[in-house]
């Protein structure tokens, strides 16, 4: 289904994982794909990938915790394809480095708050605009169901997600008056590769995993939730943050 013909994605963190599916997934669905990524291999695969099925994709190398790679990386994608409509704040992560509040590093906490929650506040700050001119649009953030429940040993992810969270509700009330919907997925545990080694490591993270209700989702199942938020079958949804969790939040 062509439900995003005519429109142009920015999808951040786009070189593996869940980004990779949804730029893929975005670009079946008829939309021009700016495919953003601090790995420069990673990237021009997920854009190799997008022309090799007959899409339009660009590379935009990114960190997106830097306001001058955001900037760049906006202004690159409205020049290549003469707007913006659509904004997936993807990247993020974390790593073996969390923990508990007590033994957590500083350097982790302001490593992850960086990337994650000032990486996505960024990634609005100079997108937004682009989409006022565009007529509206659709900004999709990611959270985690970790900001939605007690999980131990995650202090500084759980921290950075949650402020996702929030940040997204407040937007969709700043900007239901340009028509731009804001939205943020949380997903559990998804079998992208980086989780795949952290589920070898983390004993919290298994436990976690072993509550799923309906099995541990791949990242096509987040990607298939980030598609229908930024299509217009999902006009009059926005401020919410939607869980793709196997029922782990309910469990």
Same mark, same amino acid.
């Given at each position: 289904?062509?439900t995003l013909i005519d429109k142009v994605a920015l999808i951040t963190g786009s070189g593996s994982g869940i980004g990779r599916s949804a730029a893929i997934l975005f670009s079946q669905a008829g939309a021009k794909i700016s495919v953003a990524d601090v790995n420069a291999e990673h990237g021009? $695969? ?101 900001a939605l429940m007690g999980v131990a040993g995650r202090i500084c992810y759980t921290a950075a997600k949650g402020g996702i969270a929030s940040m997204t509700r ?32 983390? $004993? ?48």
């Amino acid at each position: 289904m062509n439900t995003l013909i005519d429109k142009v994605a920015l999808i951040t963190g786009s070189g593996s994982g869940i980004g990779r599916s949804a730029a893929i997934l975005f670009s079946q669905a008829g939309a021009k794909i700016s495919v953003a990524d601090v790995n420069a291999e990673h990237g021009a $695969t997920t854009v190799n990938l997008i022309e090799a099925n007959g899409g339009q994709a660009i590379f935009v190398e990114c960190d997106v915790s830097k306001p001058e790679n955001v900037r760049s990386m906006i202004s690159t994608t409205v020049k290549a394809f003469g707007g913006l409509n659509i904004l997936y704040n993807n990247a993020g992560g974390s790593t073996m480095m969390d923990g508990r509040v007590t033994e957590a590093p500083d350097e982790e906490f302001w490593r992850v708050i960086g990337l994650d929650l000032y990486g996505t506040f960024l990634g609005c700050k100079y997108a937004i605009p682009e989409l006022i001119k565009a007529g509206g649009g659709s900004v999709i953030n990611m959270s985690s169901n970790q900001a939605l429940m007690g999980v131990a040993g995650r202090i500084c992810y759980t921290a950075a997600k949650g402020g996702i969270a929030s940040m997204t509700r407040a937007m969709a009330v700043e900007y239901g008056g340009h028509k731009i919907r804001v939205n943020a997925i949380a997903p559990s545990v998804t079998l992208t590769e980086r989780v795949k080694k952290l589920l070898e490591q983390s $004993t919290e993270i298994q436990k976690q995993a072993e509550r799923h209700l309906v099995g541990l989702a791949e990242p096509e199942d987040v990607a298939n939730l980030a598609l229908y938020l930024a299509s217009d079958q999902s006009a009059l949804i926005t401020g919410q943050v939607i869980s793709v969790d196997s029922g782990v939040t309910i469990s």
